[in-house]
């Protein structure tokens, strides 16, 4: 008994001292889209948000729908950056790539801090694969991994050994790999597995032999990584100091979501969204259709000109009216957009943004759309413009573009793009009860005739009025307007007044909206300005450097039409204006336009990947 005790002190004491303190882990995941990546990602997000870490997540899905197995095209990775101090970013470089097969390998290496820890799917890594993937020689037996640490575990066969009496077929044995290797993971960075567990057992209740396999091969991958003496040290992150408050997990979809629904209730109207399936919009559709006792109607049309149709015509019955897409949806609802545009009433038009022109690559993300929602319609036809910087903002724009659109009876674009749609981080839940009611009144019959394009005096919004109201009959469609009666007017004077009419009313918004702030010194030699899901970034990149001695500020802009009242004034507090997009220069373009005396330069990238801190940090010190 005593020597017992004894052994088991001893052990205690050879895991105590291997345990490694660190502030901030790079993990990604990558495999083929069959072998769960994106699941196990998502389930080792979920524990290190129970854990209380800070974490951002950086999903990336293959563009080819069904790419042959084992071929580049095919990869799909997640990537996760977690810390015990606040972060905004998924990181730059992974300290441990989790490789399924060779194409993945080849894919991510450039991924991979050098000395870094690389586990590969050693079962895997034989000659047809290779040459699938394309490597010339098995990159396990030359040395094309000797600037990092390799960990060749055969993990499709010991998935095999752990689940040899499970009553499963072989391919489906193949597939509870992910949760083998999710288990090494977990133990190498003493992430709990409780979770997990309970996921897996609600997920899968209606096959009990899937869930004994996944929980069986979960706990055989951590037991592996506890017991395999060629596992590296196993590293632990303490807990993030986060504001107090309940706090949950939350993509940019789902912020997205939660926020037009909490929007709609906040002005007491029925949600109306008309959507037609688009990466990566769709699911925004699939998580409102679950909110139906919301108040919420989804309808999914049959292209993307209905879906906004639909959605004009719920505005036009007063009630709040969404569609979503993406670039190519954008095209064409366009026309639809304009009409709502003439007919002056409230639309909401969320666009996902994705790497384009054209079908481009529907999977990676890009910031390419600001010119066409500013200037892709036809005529003069000025509307609002949010974007959220991060997926929990999402949340709180959503708010914003339904307050700006039923208060200035006016579209307003909701600009997000694909990593803030897909990628996730803590949200600290609103109080509800504190959040500011929208208001809205719909005009009654009245003693006179009713006026249907007179305006508020200082919106200049004109009336919303509810069709079937007793006395206020009206003209409403994309013909010219006459001020005041809205009835169709060729007059030349007339329909200069309604233009300018419309182009004051969005340029107003201004003075309802929050002014820029700057993060840093209110002048001096350099200012980056940035936009959307460069936001992380570029907020990592000034705090490193600040670090170095090197101080820059930094704006970021929610709000990109119109543009916040004091921005003209901090530009020009500045010598030089560095404005990061990934784009050609979309907001450049704009800076230049509007505020010529501005001394400003771009950083672009069109790769379909989201910026590294580290491309910003050298292009800073370049200009610095």
């Given at each position: 008994?005593?020597?017992?005790?004894?052994?088991?002190?001893?052990?205690?004491?050879?895991?105590?001292?291997?345990?490694?303190l660190?502030?901030?882990?790079?993990?990604?995941?990558?495999?083929?889209?069959?072998d769960?990546?994106?699941?196990?990602?998502?389930?080792?997000?979920?524990?290190?948000?129970?854990?209380?870490?800070?974490?951002?997540?950086?999903?990336?899905?293959?563009?080819?729908?069904?790419?042959?197995?084992?071929?580049?095209?095919?990869?799909?990775?997640?990537?996760?950056?977690?810390?015990?101090?606040?972060?905004?970013?998924?990181?730059?470089?992974?300290d441990?790539?989790?490789?399924?097969?060779?194409?993945?390998l080849?894919?991510?290496?450039?991924?991979?801090?050098?000395?870094?820890?690389?586990?590969?799917?050693?079962?895997?890594f034989?000659?047809?694969?290779?040459?699938?993937?394309?490597?010339?020689?098995?990159?396990l037996?030359?040395?094309?991994?000797?600037?990092?640490?390799?960990?060749?575990?055969?993990?499709?066969?010991?998935?095999?050994?752990?689940?040899?009496?499970?009553?499963?077929?072989?391919s489906?044995?193949?597939r509870?790999?992910?949760?083998?290797?999710?288990?090494?993971?977990?133990?190498?960075?003493?992430?709990?597995?409780?979770?997990?567990?309970?996921?897996?057992?609600?997920?899968?209740?209606?096959r009990?032999?899937?869930?004994?396999?996944?929980l069986?091969?979960?706990?055989?991958?951590?037991?592996?990584?506890?017991?395999?003496?060629?596992?590296?040290?196993?590293?632990?992150?303490?807990?993030?100091?986060?504001?107090?408050?309940?706090?949950?997990?939350?993509?940019?979809?789902?912020?997205?979501?939660?926020?037009?629904?909490?929007?709609?209730?906040l002005?007491?109207?029925?949600?109306?969204?008309?959507s037609?399936?688009?990466?990566?919009?769709?699911?925004?559709?699939?998580?409102?259709?679950?909110?139906?006792?919301?108040?919420?109607?989804?309808?999914?049309?049959?292209?993307?000109?209905?879906?906004?149709?639909?959605?004009?015509?719920?505005?036009?019955?007063?009630?709040?009216?969404?569609t979503?897409?993406?670039?190519?949806?954008?095209?064409?609802?366009?026309?639809?957009?304009?009409?709502?545009?003439?007919?002056?009433?409230?639309?909401?038009?969320?666009?996902?943004?994705?790497?384009?022109?054209?079908?481009?690559?529907?999977?990676?993300?890009?910031?390419?759309?600001?010119?066409?929602?500013?200037?892709?319609?036809?005529?003069?036809?000025?509307?609002?413009?949010?974007?959220?910087?991060?997926p929990?903002?999402?949340?709180?724009?959503?708010?914003?573009?339904?307050?700006?659109?039923?208060?200035?009876?006016?579209?307003?674009?909701?600009?997000?793009?694909?990593?803030?749609?897909?990628?996730?981080?803590?949200?600290?839940?609103?109080?509800?009860?504190?959040?500011?009611?929208?208001?809205?009144?719909?005009?009654?019959?009245?003693?006179?005739?009713?006026?249907?394009?007179?305006?508020?005096?200082?919106?200049?919004?004109?009336?919303?009025?509810?069709?079937?109201?007793?006395?206020?009959?009206?003209?409403?469609?994309?013909?010219?307007?006459?001020?005041?009666?809205?009835?169709?007017?060729?007059?030349?004077?007339?329909?200069?007044?309604?233009?300018?009419?419309?182009?004051?009313?969005?340029?107003?918004?201004?003075?309802?909206?929050?002014?820029?702030?700057?993060?840093?010194?209110?002048?001096?030699?350099?200012?980056?300005?940035?936009?959307?899901?460069?936001y992380?970034?570029?907020?990592?990149?000034?705090?490193?450097?600040?670090?170095?001695?090197?101080?820059?500020?930094?704006?970021?802009?929610?709000?990109?039409?119109?543009?916040?009242?004091?921005?003209?004034?901090?530009?020009?507090?500045?010598?030089?204006v560095?404005?990061?997009?990934?784009?050609?220069?979309?907001?450049?373009?704009?800076?230049?336009?509007?505020?010529?005396?501005?001394?400003?330069?771009?950083l672009?990238?069109?790769q379909?990947?989201?910026?590294?801190?580290?491309?910003?940090?050298?292009?800073?010190?370049?200009i610095?």
């Open positions: 008994m005593d020597r017992k005790s004894t052994f088991e002190t001893e052990a205690e004491e050879r895991v105590r001292k291997s345990k490694a660190v502030s901030a882990i790079t993990v990604r995941f990558a495999g083929d889209s069959g769960g990546i994106q699941l196990a990602g998502d389930q080792f997000a979920d524990t290190t948000a129970v854990m209380g870490n800070d974490f951002a997540t950086l999903p990336d899905f293959p563009a080819e729908i069904r790419a042959p197995v084992g071929t580049l095209p095919g990869v799909s990775s997640f990537q996760i950056q977690f810390s015990d101090s606040i972060i905004f970013s998924p990181g730059d470089l992974a441990v790539l989790i490789a399924m097969n060779p194409a993945a080849k894919v991510n290496l450039a991924q991979v801090k050098k000395k870094g820890l690389i586990v590969v799917n050693g079962s895997v034989n000659e047809p694969n290779l040459k699938k993937a394309g490597w010339k020689t098995n990159p037996e030359d040395a094309t991994l000797r600037d990092f640490q390799i960990l060749n575990v055969p993990l499709s066969a010991l998935t095999q050994t752990a689940l040899k009496d499970q009553p499963l077929k072989l489906e044995v193949e509870c790999k992910n949760f083998f290797a999710l288990g090494m993971v977990f133990w190498l960075y003493s992430r709990s597995r409780d979770h997990t567990v309970e996921w897996i057992k609600k997920k899968f209740a209606k009990p032999e899937i869930v004994n396999a996944n069986r091969a979960l706990e055989a991958g951590y037991n592996y990584a506890d017991m395999t003496e060629v596992m590296p040290v196993q590293y632990e992150v303490k807990q993030a100091a986060l504001e107090p408050g309940t706090y949950r997990k939350i993509t940019g979809n789902e912020a997205t979501a939660i926020g037009f629904i909490t929007g709609a209730r002005a007491n109207k029925t949600m109306f969204y008309g037609y399936p688009i990466t990566p919009a769709s699911n925004i559709l699939h998580d409102l259709a679950r909110h139906k006792n919301y108040n919420v109607k989804t309808f999914q049309a049959e292209d993307e000109i209905a879906a906004c149709g639909a959605a004009i015509g719920a505005s036009f019955g007063g009630e709040l009216g969404v979503a897409t993406s670039g190519p949806g954008l095209c064409l609802k366009a026309e639809s957009v304009n009409l709502a545009v003439m007919a002056e009433l409230p639309l909401v038009v969320i666009d996902v943004q994705r790497a384009g022109p054209s079908t481009g690559m529907p999977t990676k993300t890009e910031q390419a759309d600001l010119l066409q929602v500013m200037f892709g319609r036809n005529g003069e036809s000025p509307i609002a413009v949010v974007a959220p910087k991060t929990s903002d999402c949340f709180q724009m959503a708010l914003e573009a339904v307050r700006i659109a039923l208060k200035y009876m006016t579209p307003v674009v909701f600009l997000s793009e694909g990593n803030i749609a897909n990628a996730a981080e803590p949200w600290k839940l609103p109080e509800l009860d504190r959040l500011p009611k929208i208001e809205v009144n719909h005009p009654s019959a009245g003693k006179g005739p009713f006026l249907p394009y007179a305006r508020h005096p200082e919106t200049l919004a004109r009336p919303w009025e509810v069709p079937g109201t007793r006395g206020l009959e009206h003209r409403i469609g994309g013909l010219a307007k006459a001020d005041l009666t809205g009835n169709v007017s060729y007059d030349p004077e007339n329909n200069q007044r309604m233009v300018e009419f419309r182009a004051r009313k969005i340029a107003r918004i201004a003075n309802d909206i929050p002014e820029a702030t700057i993060d840093g010194p209110e002048s001096g030699r350099l200012l980056i300005l940035g936009w959307g899901g460069t992380g970034v570029i907020y990592e990149a000034v705090r490193n450097l600040k670090r170095e001695g090197i101080t820059v500020s930094h704006v970021h802009l929610n709000y990109l039409n119109p543009f916040p009242k004091n921005l003209e004034k901090i530009l020009g507090q500045f010598e030089h560095l404005i990061p997009e990934l784009n050609m220069g979309q907001l450049l373009f704009l800076i230049r336009a509007r505020y010529p005396k501005v001394n400003a330069s771009g672009n990238k069109v379909g990947q989201p910026f590294q801190t580290k491309e910003i940090e050298e292009k800073i010190k370049s610095w």
